[in-house]
Structure formats: C-alpha cells, structure tokens
C-alpha cells in the first residue's frame, strides 16, 4: 500500500516500534477478509439490498470525496454522472457487444469527459455558486439523457441489460455480481488511495486551504481542478455502470434523480471530507439508517399489532428520526464518522499498546 | 394568433410564474444573508406552511389561519435555530448545510405526521377567468400573486434598509466575528432570520397552493428558486426579483419558441441554462457584490 | 482530513463505541426481522408507500387490498388459509423497492409496487427468482405476452390499451373514426415509462385515421405547466389534449385551463389522474374534468357493501371509512381479488404452501368471467378478467368519468382499445425484446 | 548549491502596475545581484507587496519588464515560478491549513516531481521512487528548521512563529535561486525574529540562495542587507547599501512623513 500521510492513519508500526499491529490495520484485515468471504456466510440479502449497493455508492462517494473533500470543490451532480455511465455502459455493452470490464471504463470514460466540461466553472466560481452550476449540469445531463433517444426499445425509457456474462464467466449468481463489484470497488478504491495520498492529492488540498500559495508552488488550478472533477466523475460513471450491470439490471434516469445526488454529497459530510474510509462509513451511514429504521418500525408494527398503529405516521416517522440523526452526529462530530473511527482507533491503541 | 400576442402571451405567463419562484427564492436569500448557509429546508418549510395553512382554514378560516401559521412557524424557526445553528456554529458551510438537510427530513416528517398525505385544495376566491385585452389573455391569479410578491420584496427592502436587525443581519453576513464583537446577538438575529423566512415560506405556500393545490411535491418547488438565486445574486433582495422574472420569461419563451423545434420539455432546463450562462459572464449575479481578491 | 492529529485524543471513546454499535445494529437488524414464522397461513408481503408524494392514492389501494384480506380471513380465509400480510415501506423510491424485494426474499407471493419504475428494475430478478410481479394498469404495456414475460403481468388495460382506448373515445365524442380527420390531438405527459409509452399508439392511429398530434414532455414533478398550456391552446390550437401526468401535477392543468381559455371537457387525463385525490387539490376549478379508469368508482356492489359492514362497521377497517367507494379504494379491491383469485386456484391445483411459481400459474388459471364477477360482488365494477399462459391480461376496455366537485361519475360505457394495433405492437415489441436478450446472451 | 551567475539574476525595468485607474507602482526599476540580499522597504502602501506579487506572477504588470535569469518574468503565470527556480512567503500566513507540516513542505517539492495521474495511482516503480527521494529531501529540510518532531501535526495547530517557519520550509522545498520574503517576522517577539533570520542568513551564506526581502524593522534590514531598495507612494525615491540608505534624505522624509 502506498506509503506517505495515510489517511485515518492507517498502519504506522513505525513510530510504535516492534510488530504492534494498528486498531486500523487489524480492522482493514479484517473487513477485507470477511468481504471476501461475504458470499459463503451471508444470505442473498444482504449481498443484494446491503453489500452491493454500499459498496457502489461508497465508490460514487469516494470519487466526489476527490473533488469536494479534498479539492474542496462543491459538486451537486454525482447522481448524474453515475447517470451517464449507466447509460454508456448499458449501451455499448447491450448494443455494441463491448465486454463488460471495457463496458464499464466506456461509462466511466465518458462521465469524466463530461465531469470536465461541467468543472470548467470551478476555474472562475466557488462555494455556493459552484454548488449551483454543479446542480445545473445535474439537470441538464439528466435532461439531455432524457431526450436523446437512448432506447432501440422504441416507446420505453428504461434499457435492461442483458445476461450479464464476461467472456465465459456467466454472473447468474448474486456472488458472482457482489465479487464483481468487490473487485472493481476494491481496485479503484486502492488507485484513488494512492491517488490522494500522491503529489496530485497534496496538489488537491493546497488548492483547496489556498489557491494562491498553490499555484506558486507551480500547481496549475486548470489542470488539477479540471482533473479532480474527472476523477470524480469517472468513478461516478463506473459505479453507474455497476448499478445496470450488478444490483438494478437496468439503467433509467428516474434513480438518477437531484435527491441522489444530495444523498452522495450527504455521505462524505456524514462520513468525513478527505477521507477515503469516511466515503465509504457515509454510504453504510446514509443508505442503512433508514432501512435499519424501517425495520425497527416494522417490529414495532408487527409488535403492537397492525390495527392498533397507524402505518402511515410510522412510515412518516422515519424521515423524523432519520433527521434527528443525521443532526446528532453532525454536532457529536462535525468532521465526520471517519474522525470518529480515528479517536477510538487510537484510543485503543492506546489502551492496547 | 399573431406570433407577437403569442409571444407576449409567453412573457407574461412566464413572468408571473417566475415571480411566484422569487417567492421562494426570498427564503433562501433571508438565510444566506445571515448565516451564509444554503438551506435546503426552505422547500420543506413551504411545504410544512402551506399544509398548516389548510389545516387549520377549517377552524379558524383564511386571516386566521394565516396569523396562527406565523405563531407556528416562528417557534419553527427558534426550533431550527436551536438544533441546527447553535450546535453547529463555527462548522463548515457544507456541514451546516447537511444540517439543514436532516432538519428539511424532520420538517417533511412532521408535516405528514400532523396534516396527512392527503392533498389539499388551497383556493383564494379570485375569479379563474382571465382578464382579456383584446386577444391577450392575462390571468387574474397570477396579477395577485405578483402584487404580493411585489409587497413582500418591498418590505424586505425596506426592513434591510431602515430596521436594527436589517442592518445587523446584513452586518453579519459581512463579518459574523466583528458583527459580534459590536454586540449583535447572532443566535437572536438568526432565530429572526428563520422566522422571517418562515413567513415568506407561508406566503409562498399559499400563492402555490392556490396555484398548484398543497401537496407534498410542493417542496420540490424550491429548486426552482436555486438559479433564480444565481441570476439575481445570492445576497440581493431586489435582485430575486428581477431574476425571477427573468427565469420566467426564458423558461416560457423557451418553451415556445425553441422546445417546438426539439420536441419541447424545454421549460423544465431552460432556468439552469440561463444560470450557468450567468454563472460563466457575471458570477455575482445581477446585483450581488463580486468578491476582491486579496493576497 | 486526512491527517494525524498532532496528539491524538485519548478519551472520547463513548461516541466512536455509539457509532460502532450503531453501525452494528443496522448490520445485525435486517436478520432478526426475517425470522417470523407463520403455520397454516399465507405470509403476503406487500410494498406500500405510505409517505411521501405519491402516498395517498397508494395509501389507499393497499389499504383496501388489507381489508380485503380481513373480509376473507373473517370467511375462513382462501380455502381454509388466513392471510398474514407485512407491510414494507419504499416511498416509491427503486433502491427501497429492491431492498424491500430482498428482505422479503423467499416468501413474496405476488409482488405489487403499483410503481411502474420499479417494475422495470424488478424485471430481472422476478423472472430469476420465479415471483410474478403485477402493476394493475402499469409497467410494461408488451408484458401482456405472457410467454415473453413470464412474470410480469399489466393484469388490466396495459398503457397501449389505454392510449388507443383514449382516442376511440375521442372518435366517439366527434362521432365517428371518420371525424378525426385533420383534428389535432396535444399529448401532455411526464417524460418517462409511463408517459412514453403511448407514442407508438398515436403515431399508428395518427396515419390510420389522419388526425396529427403532438407531445408536450415534462420532468417530473412537473408543477409547472403554464407555457406548454398557453403553446397548446393558443398555438397549436388542439381540439384536444390528453393528458398523462401523476401524482400532484394531475391538479396542475386545471389551473392552467381556464388561464388559457382552454375548453375543460376538451381535455382527457388517463386513468392515472383518475382518483378523488388527484383533482381535489385544484379545488372548484376542476369541476367537469374528465378522466379515463379501469373500474367503476363508488360503493354500491355488494363487494363494497360487505366491506363496509363486516369490516368497517366492526372497526376493522384499515383506513378512514370514508375512502371506502372511492377509486383508490376500489381499485385496491380489483388488485386482492386478483390476488386471492390466484392464490385459490394455486392452492387447488398444487396445495399449500404457496410459493412464486405456484402463484403465477394460479395468476394463469384466473378466470374471472361474469358468473365468477357475480359471485364475488363486483359484477360492474371491473372488467372481465380471463388469463392464460399466453395471455396475462391488459387488452381492456376504459369507462370515462367525469368530477362534479365531490365525487367520480361514469359519463360512458366500457370503451374498447383498438385491438389490432395493441396486438400488433405487442407482438412487435415482444419480438426485439427477445431479439436483443437473445443476441446478447449469445455474445 | 546552484552554480552563481555573475551580476543581477534579476532585472526589472519601467514597472507599472494599477488597479482600475489607482497607481500601485509607476515606474519602478531595480535589479538584484545573484546571491546578494536585497530588501525593499517603505512606507505602508508603498506597495511592497505589490511588486513582490508582480515578480511572483500574483499580479500581471501594467506595463515594464522583468527578467530573472534572462527569462521573461513579467508576463509568466505564477504557475511557473517554481519551475524558475524562484520560491516566495506571504504577508499574512498562507499555509495549507488543513495539511501536516510535512505535506505543506512536501506541496514545494511538486514542481520538482513528475509521476503522473496512472503512475500516482497505481503506485508503480517511479511514483513510488519519486516520492520516497523526496520525501527523504523533505525530512533534511524539516529537521534543518527543527520541525521534525511536528511533522505529523496539522499546520493550523502550530504557534504563529512555527507557521511561519513552516512556510519557510516550503518555499526551501522548492529549491530556489531566488526567494522572495514578504515580512517574514512580522509580529514576532525579538527572539524568534533573531532566530528566524538566521535561518533566512544560513541559507543566504551557505546555500547561496539569492534572496529579496521586505522588512519593516530597520535593525533586521540594516543589519541583513547587501542592497535596500525605498520605495513610497510605488515610486523608487532611493537605493543603495544600507549606510547611504539611512543618510538619505527622501527616506528620511518619507518615514517622518508617515508618522
């Protein structure tokens, strides 16, 4: 793994001398040998409607992690760009025949042509404005994805994929499509850490504390900005590409939609801005709670009996907690559930060593 | 009919509906004005206000109603001040943002708690049938709605101008540290700020209500109000105004003229095309003060 | 940020031990709730939207199918099996829709979303998992070919129904196919599956019978129509305008109508704009609006009737007695009858308990003809349903109603598609649609 | 360290620089000598600053010409100075406050390091040399300021006096020629300005670093400079070695005017 400032300071047996595993790298180990055991232990479930769509999701925030994080530059239109690699890839690979793994680097490739041109404001504009022409571009590309006509389904504007099968590997199972995903997310997640924790991700973060002494360090605003936003981008499309081809089979502008959007820029505030594990604490954070509140709502319901509550205010209750939550760790910890995992980390470190 | 009825026909439609965003946007400017946060819980407010609007009209009848709405939404406003400002003072614009979010979910949750799903009809009675001059067609609704936006941004105005608090709000959205130091009550002054913005919310509510009925996607009105903010400028009232106008026009002529060509739907973008296009030419918007830099 | 702290704190764990455990929880939470048995009853899990923009129409078609299920669970149930029904909440959002499918894996006997949108992403996995996935007037209009879509099914009047029904009626209205020639037909509509799905109906009656027509798209939610209406009426002049909106942009129009001085009766929503609660926030001005439907709104059958007394009156009812009659309402009946209808005929055929594939041929084995219509109450009130391997429903006639303020009224008789055309479009479709899985399956 | 080239690496002639009509400097000449310190002082709004930020490319001139090293200057973005050799401090703080010591002094080595996006990302072979070789350039130059022991501490953590420090740091990480300070000791007590300015005189001597400076205390600026340069209202009213400067009599004015 890469070496240099680690983000949640990861490993660092170096200062503590001797072979102290770190809380962090014990858990790294961890999570990565239950993911990849995930499929023998866990039920089509949690594979399908957890694993798979966090895994996604917290790839489509790590990529706007790059740009708002740690370029410090607002985007408002990562559901779009997921949109548009959906689409791409669905196309070239239902269409055009292009294998799957190229399929997926099409969509990618041409969101992040598309992430550039919608960065170009960046050069001139910053914070809210920034935030707004990014919204602009989500509705626009939305727009656009919803006029061109896409389809060869002629009156439908849906595109299912077809079988999903790379070369002779036929992914007919949910543990092929989860290992599909786990491997992509997992690739690119490594790339984007080494990524940030390079030359060009210092580059990011001088741009974003301070534009001016940036650039007198020889760091080009248009290349790194324009550059942050096609990384963002790009993982963006290839997440859209994962959704068509490993958990919705099919690619559609209506779950592209502005509120995605907000829930993405929502993960990494929740999960910590400039933090790789925070993209993806975020996604667990943003997409579990309220499925984890409906079910506590569903044993109240199935608890007090369906006639003596009213459905309705339960369902409605949910927005409410869900609310309050999201406020309670805002103010418990304002620089995100990363900080958070980093305090007990070497609290227990401490404790440990 | 003439091109030219038609097309002023679209320019009127088109600027009374954007007056009608300006509304909303108004909210939106109150909040960014005090606190330089972007709140994405105005749409939810409207929504929120117009649903309390209908449910007590019942009891209380419309003056009533609305008078009561204002209670409500001012112990609404020291609510958000209370879970939202306070604890996030001094965090980041995007976390106090997020905020904001969780609040709008909370607003959302309660209103549907307390008035239901059910749409409502929210009719002010004035006549549907249009005004005619000549073969122009102009909507007597739409003439009320603009004359109350146009009273609104009048009063705001003038409380910007000529009240302490105008002047403080605008003070700290200048300079929160040294608007303190001269003893302005930022927690005060923000409770007012929400409080201010609720009552636009109610006015906005009511306007679309009466346009559009109340109904949950009222919230989703708010977006519209976003490139409005743009072209007007973020932290100008008169701005709003203006832009919103402008935002009507270019939607419906747009809709007109260049959707028949791409097979319309035109309306639904037209707003953020012109935003952007402000965005690359004046990034400050029509009025808004355009930052210096300093080294 | 991504850096070490110059010391790092060591105390103020109890936050990070409430983010672990929450975190925790919501891993562990999803097995504990799948653990419920039920012995001698058929488990129906149903998605419901109960909040949000669409929630009270759904609100209402699910609540009505619970009492349903009541009615017959006081009756001894459907062939001696009580239904046990669990309610999974998706705010008419896809992601939910697909977790709530997961969660329930395994004992979803018919999936209904009443979501369109989510039919098309379910599309895959109820045709791998064998679950019969229905959207009543919904979904893929080419899934009537039940051979090609083996577990989809519109149940009754499919969208390309709907469409080419509209325009008969329209004909009707003008007296006569003949009549349509030169007139102009504006089509306003969402711009999704939905609203798209009629293009190709248009274009084929377009040049069968010489009228010409144009589309008005909108994005959802579509709040603001007022330039598209001023470009209808005032411009293109359409004799008339077929509108094909949902949820609260249902209302919309009647704001703009009389602005542009457009006839009301000149304009005709689909049978998605058709419930009390789609008009009533447009207040007195939608007084004489007109809407297509697939049923007969109001109480007087015998199946409303029972309802009302066995379950309503003995405060069993699953919402406000007052909706009972009303369209939602009823059209949540139709859906359980084809339901339970299934359920009964799997049971017979194969015995308890039910699984998906045994539904779906149950579905198949539907025969709800007039005899069986009396029987159960609803002569009248729907349509005749017969399904079969083949044939899963939607070649179906519409009534068109007319709001008089406080209630729908019928103002024609069942009015056919042009069946030929749907057929033809079906078959057509049903074909690339193969054409395109099977080309890519071999690649 | 860096071959010395005899007479100015720095020239600049006729500078004119206004905003909007306002006259920030009008016609300012000067020229520094290769290794040699040279500081400009002035009153407030002489506009100091402001000719250091045209050097540095902040500002774009007017009109007039400046050369370092024969190169253009004048008209170069300031994206380029690192690569010419040329590193600069700030007035008021300008760290990246939300990096390490040690990434604030590593964002000096960027021009100097190449490894692009794919070879960043996938961390082969050069990327991972590069970073290494620098990083191990950026220790000497953190243990050299004695910051070794913060250099895992976020910048906006550390006393103002280790800040500017920092920046120092930063700017050596550039390896320049030519250093431009901007009131380095500003608001420093007596001790950490002594202390700080045998930094900036250690890499003036042994590292041959040409360095212009501007100060406002006369004891630092008497004591440092081979050349002052006075300027007032953007006007050049003297230059020379420090002891002409403090017999002069414009100078002289120019200061008593001011108080």
Not at chain 1, 83 to 88: I, L, P, T
Not at chain 2, 213 to 224: E, N, P, Q, T, Y
Not at chain 4, 11 to 34: K, Q
Not at chain 4, 187 to 214: C, P, Q, W
Request: proline share 4%; charged share 15%.
């Amino acid at each position: 793994m890469a070496s240099g400032s680690a983000p949640e300071s990861l490993a660092q047996p170096a200062q503590r001398g001797g072979v102290f595993l770190s809380t962090n790298v014990i858990a790294l180990g961890a999570i990565l040998i239950l993911a990849a055991v995930a499929p023998a232990v866990l039920s089509e479930y949690w594979l399908k409607a957890i694993l798979i769509p966090t895994l996604i999701f917290g790839l489509a925030a790590f990529g706007l992690n790059m740009v708002t994080g740690y370029a410090g530059l607002i985007s408002m239109g990562q559901a779009a760009f997921m949109a548009v690699g959906a689409f791409a890839a669905v196309i070239a690979y239902g269409r055009f025949g292009v294998p799957i793994p190229l399929a997926l680097l099409c969509g990618g490739a041409l969101s992040a042509l598309i992430g550039v041109i919608v960065g170009t404001p960046s050069l001139r504009i910053k914070g809210l404005y920034l935030m707004v022409a990014t919204l602009a571009a989500q509705f626009i590309i939305i727009w656009i994805l919803q006029r061109v006509p896409w389809t060869g389904t002629g009156s439908f504007a849906t595109l299912n994929t077809p079988p999903v099968r790379i070369a002779s590997w036929n992914l007919d199972t949910t543990a092929d499509r989860y290992y599909l995903v786990f491997s992509v997310v997992l690739l690119l997640t490594l790339f984007g850490y080494n990524l940030v924790t390079s030359r060009i991700g210092r580059a990011w973060m001088a741009l974003r504390d301070h534009d001016i002494a940036a650039s007198v360090m020889g760091i080009s605003m248009l290349r790194y900005k324009l550059l942050a936003f096609l990384m963002a981008a790009f993982y963006a499309g290839v997440a859209g590409g994962l959704v068509v081809f490993c958990w919705t089979g099919a690619a559609s502008v209506q779950e592209y939609e502005l509120e995605i959007s907000i829930e993405i820029l929502g993960m990494i505030i929740i999960g910590g801005l400039g933090s790789v594990l925070g993209s993806y604490l975020g996604a667990v954070f943003i997409l579990l709670l309220p499925i984890l509140i409906s079910f506590a709502m569903q044993q109240l319901t199935t608890l007090i009996g369906h006639s003596n509550v009213s459905a309705a205010v339960l369902a409605n209750a949910e927005h409410i907690v869900f609310g309050v939550l999201v406020l309670y760790f805002l103010v418990k910890e304002p620089h995100g559930l990363a900080r958070l995992w980093k305090r007990f980390a070497s609290w227990l470190d401490a404790k440990r060593g | 009919m003439g091109d030219l009825i038609y097309a002023i026909e679209l320019l009127t439609t088109g600027v009374f509906t954007g007056l009608m965003y300006s509304m909303v946007a108004l909210g939106f400017v109150l909040i960014f004005k005090a606190s330089s946060v972007f709140n994405y819980a105005q749409g939810a407010m409207t929504l929120f206000a117009a649903l309390t609007v209908v449910g007590l009209m019942p009891h209380l009848g419309l003056a009533g109603s609305l008078l009561a709405t204002v209670a409500v939404m001012c112990v609404m406003a020291v609510v958000a001040e209370r879970i939202v400002f306070r604890p996030l003072m001094g965090a980041s614009q995007l976390t106090i943002f997020m905020g904001t979010v969780g609040f709008a979910s909370i607003l959302e949750g309660a209103a549907q708690i307390v008035w239901g799903t059910k749409p409502q009809g929210l009719k002010l009675d004035i006549p549907v049938e249009p005004l005619k001059f000549g073969e122009l067609l102009v909507s007597r609704q739409d003439l009320f709605a603009a004359a109350v936006a146009g009273v609104f941004v009048g009063a705001l105005v003038w409380f910007f101008r000529n009240t302490r608090t105008g002047l403080a709000l605008r003070a700290i959205a200048d300079d929160p540290a040294a608007a303190q130091v001269v003893g302005i009550k930022l927690r005060r002054v923000w409770a007012i700020a929400w409080a201010l913005a609720g009552a636009i919310a109610i006015a906005a509510g009511v306007l679309w209500g009466n346009r559009i009925g109340v109904h949950f996607a009222m919230s989703l009105i708010a977006l519209k109000a976003l490139p409005v903010l743009i072209i007007g400028g973020i932290d100008s009232v008169a701005g709003v105004i203006v832009a919103g106008m402008i935002v009507g026009a270019a939607e419906a002529l747009g809709e007109g003229f260049i959707g028949t060509y791409i097979g319309g739907g035109v309306q639904d973008v037209m707003a953020y095309i012109v935003a952007l296009l402000f965005l690359m030419f004046r990034p400050s918007g029509l009025f808004g003060q355009s930052t210096i830099l300093r080294v | 940020m991504n850096q070490l702290e110059p010391r790092l704190e060591a105390v103020g764990p109890s936050r990070a031990w409430l983010a672990a455990a929450l975190l925790a929880v919501s891993a562990a939470a999803p097995l504990a709730a799948i653990a419920q048995q039920y012995k001698g009853e058929i488990v129906f899990p149903m998605m419901v939207t109960r909040t949000g923009p669409f929630a009270t129409a759904a609100t209402g078609v699910s609540s009505a199918q619970q009492d349903y299920f009541t009615l017959l669970n006081m009756k001894g149930g459907v062939e001696g099996f009580k239904i046990v029904w669990e309610e999974c909440e998706f705010e008419y959002k896809v992601p939910r829709a697909l977790e709530c499918y997961e969660r329930h894996r395994g004992k979803w006997k018919i999936v209904y979303p009443n979501s369109t949108p989510v039919i098309f992403a379910l599309a895959d996995r109820v045709t791998k998992d064998e679950v019969l996935a229905i959207n009543l007037a919904g979904g893929r209009a080419d899934s009537t070919d039940g051979q090609t879509f083996p577990y989809l099914a519109p149940v009754v009047a499919n969208f390309w129904a709907q469409a080419t029904s509209t325009i008969r009626y329209i004909a009707q209205l003008e007296g006569g196919e003949g009549k349509l020639k030169g007139k102009k037909i504006a089509y306003i509509h969402l711009d999704n599956d939905y609203g798209r799905q009629p293009f190709p109906m248009f274009d084929q009656l377009a040049k069968q019978y010489g009228f010409e027509w144009k589309s008005w798209p909108l994005s959802w939610p579509a709040l603001e129509q007022s330039a598209a209406w001023v470009e209808m009426a005032r411009r293109y002049r359409a004799d008339y305008v077929i509108g094909w909106l949902y949820g609260q942009s249902c209302a919309v129009p009647f704001t703009e109508i009389p602005k542009v001085g457009f006839p009301v009766e000149k304009y005709i929503g689909s049978l998605w704009c058709g419930t009390e609660d789609d008009v009533v926030a447009a207040g007195t001005r939608a007084n004489g609006a007109i809407t297509a439907n697939y049923h007969s709104v109001g109480r007087n059958y015998p199946v409303i009737q029972e309802l009302l007394e066995k379950v309503h009156k003995t405060g069993k009812g699953n919402l406000e007695t007052e909706r009972v009659g009303s369209s939602s309402y009823n059209r949540g009946i139709i859906t359980a009858i084809v339901i339970t209808e299934a359920m009964r005929n799997a049971i017979k055929t194969y015995g308890a308990p039910l699984d998906g594939k045994k539904m779906r041929d149950g579905y198949r084995m539907i025969k709800l003809d007039a005899a069986r219509l009396k029987e159960l109450g609803a002569t009248g009130m729907m349509p005749e349903l017969v399904f079969s391997e083949k044939y899963h429903g939607g070649m179906d006639a519409q009534v068109f109603q007319k709001w008089d303020g406080k209630q729908w009224t019928k103002i024609s008789d069942w009015v056919r598609p042009y069946d030929d055309v749907v057929q033809a479009q079906i078959a057509e479709s049903a074909r690339t649609f193969r054409e395109q899985t099977k080309a890519a399956a071999t690649k | 360290m860096t071959p010395q080239v005899a007479g100015p690496v720095l020239r600049a002639t006729g500078i004119h620089l206004s905003f909007g009509g306002v006259a920030a400097l009008s016609g300012v000449d000067f020229f520094v000598n290769s290794g040699e310190i040279l500081s400009i002082i002035g009153p407030n709004g002489a506009g100091k600053t402001s000719l250091l930020n045209v050097i540095s490319g902040v500002f774009r001139v007017s009109h007039g010409e400046i050369s370092f090293e024969g190169r253009d200057l004048a008209r170069s973005p300031a994206e380029d100075l690192a690569r010419m050799g040329i590193a600069r401090t700030f007035q008021n703080l300008a760290l990246f406050k939300g990096m390490t010591v040690e990434e604030n002094v590593l964002v000096g080595r960027h021009a100097l390091m190449s490894s692009g996006v794919l070879a960043c990302g996938a961390w082969w072979g050069k990327a991972s040399g590069e970073e290494a070789t620098h990083r191990a350039r950026v220790a000497e130059i953190l243990k050299f300021l004695g910051l070794w022991e913060l250099r895992h501490a976020r910048a906006d953590t550390l006393a103002y006096g280790l800040q500017k420090r920092v920046e120092l740091g930063r700017a050596m990480a550039v390896e320049p020629r030519l250093l431009l300070l901007d009131e380095p000791t500003a608001g420093m007590s007596h001790a950490e300005k002594s202390e700080f300015m045998s930094y900036v005189l250690d890499l003036n001597r042994t590292r041959r670093i040409t360095i212009i400076l501007i100060e406002h205390d006369m004891g630092v600026v008497m004591k440092m400079s081979d050349r002052i340069v006075v300027l007032d209202h953007g006007v050049k009213i003297a230059e020379g070695v420090p002891d002409e400067i403090v017999e002069n009599r414009d100078v002289i004015h120019a200061y008593l005017g001011e108080q």
